[in-house]
């Protein structure tokens, strides 16, 4: 039976992008379980107001992401697998502030040994990739833009400079997402502050460099502490101000 919570989506600039999240969901939530068969292409395309392609764009994602198996001339079911797959985010589940949150908590668990690593082990060619996407962080700034591909490539050349390829392989895993301000619509809601975000976040980057740079472990895991707590609290208070109505746009999907 077609399950109700498949309503029509509402506009997105991906359609598929906004299938895949919604059958993500529908599918990880316990809705479907192992081995149900989802609705057919017509069912999906009918009941969301999404093209046949689209559909099948979809499951193509999700049976590549290891949600679904496809059965020729049958249809699709959900994983039979599900429950062996190992730890990964849920792009449906990273839509909400409390959810933003707890990355962040992730994040702090990992980054602040990483930073320590990084001030104890570091080489020149390391400090040096550092700085460069400090300096690149600076000129997004300059340019009036979001500088979150700076921002990850900074933090990841920190987990590089550890000389511990898991924290670099951690940090990709866990992608853009971890630097969710682009998702997140405060940049619309209130662009004036904009700027004054980014350079209070960047003059934290730069006492994260500065205690690498000197080798003071245990300065720069205070840093690393202190910057990615800050972030959590403004994202927090972002999300109290406005009632704790804060969403996410749906990330994006890996090409």
Known sequence: MFDPMLQPLPPSHSRTEALI???TSEITSGRFGPGDRLPTEQQIAT?????RTVVREAVAALKGLGLVETKQGVGAFVSRRLRERPFELDPAQLRFLPEVLAILELRISIEVEAAGLAA?????AQLAAIRTELAAIDMAITRGEDAVEPDLAFHCAIADATNNPHFRKMLGFLGIQIIPRRALHLNERDPPNRTKYLLASQTEHKSIFEAIRLRDVQRSRSAMRRHLQRGRDRYRKAGEALGNSLE?????LPA
Not at 248 to 252: E, H
């Open 47 to 51: 009941a969301t107001g999404v093209s």
């Open 21 to 23: 999240a919604r059958l």
């Open 248 to 252: 996410l746009r749906p990330p994006a």
């Open 120 to 124: 104890q082990r570091h080489d020149r």
